[in-house]
């Protein structure tokens, strides 16, 4: 099993609402990260998981909650976004040990804000 | 700072022919580098990579070729086919993988 999965697909949400994206992936990878992916940009980093704790954050602004509630989910809780935060979120795992240059990608989830 | 740059949006290239996309980069320090392909609609798919002590890395028809004192990568695709179609990612990162750095990508398009 190579995949990483997301849930939902797809995602409308008001500016008022609380959310979650879900990621799971189940390679044994111990590192997992959550990216953001404006049209037609390269995916921006906003967070690291490493071995389940939080390695990197990138200034994300704290509407964005990060859960890792054990090595193979990853969670991403939204609350009061913004239209701006509308886009593709991608989550992605590496394997550790030697090899966590190799990210493998889920299919995102589309969220749009409104 | 874009530290990892695509200089070339879009690459039409024959069916059959090669295709060849460009990667630069700035930090030195950077340890491994990674190609990405990615559909519409999907995440980026890992293509191949190579690490910075090498200077080729192949895996069937891609080839990754690295020259660390130009700091220029670049990723051979022989023979293209129509389904090599997609947006390519080049990526960088430090011996740690936490950190990494697209580029804005280069989309491919092969003509039948």
Redesign the interface.
């Known amino acids: 099993d190579t995949e990483?999965t997301?849930t939902p697909k797809h995602l409308v949400m008001g500016m008022t609402n609380k959310k979650s994206l879900k990621c799971e992936q189940h390679m044994g990878h111990r590192?997992m990260?959550w990216y953001k992916q404006k049209a037609?940009?390269?995916?921006e980093?906003m967070f690291?998981y490493?071995y389940e704790k939080l390695?990197?954050n990138e200034s994300v602004p704290s509407r964005f909650s990060p859960e890792c509630p054990n090595s193979s989910l990853l969670n991403l809780h939204l609350h009061a976004l913004q239209p701006e935060d509308s886009a593709l979120y991608?989550?992605?795992s590496?394997p550790g040990q030697g090899?966590?240059?190799?990210?493998?990608?889920?299919?995102?989830t589309?969220l749009t804000v409104t | 700072d874009q530290q990892v740059k695509q200089n070339s949006p879009s690459l039409s290239v024959q069916e059959g022919r090669i295709s060849i996309l460009n990667c630069d980069y700035t930090n030195s320090m950077f340890d491994y580098f990674l190609w990405y392909k990615k559909y519409p609609a999907e995440g980026p798919t890992f293509l191949i990579s190579i690490s910075s002590i090498k200077d080729k890395n192949e895996d069937g028809r891609f080839t990754v070729f690295l020259n660390k004192s130009a700091k220029h990568l670049s990723l051979h695709i022989v023979p293209s086919q129509p389904g090599d179609s997609a947006v390519y990612f080049c990526a960088a990162t430090g011996n740690t993988g936490n950190q990494f750095y697209f580029g804005t990508g280069t989309s491919l398009t092969v003509i039948p």
């Open positions: 990483v997301q590192a990260y037609k940009k390269p995916p980093l690291v490493s390695s990197i991608l989550c992605a590496s090899r966590t240059y190799e990210q493998y990608f889920g299919p995102g589309r």
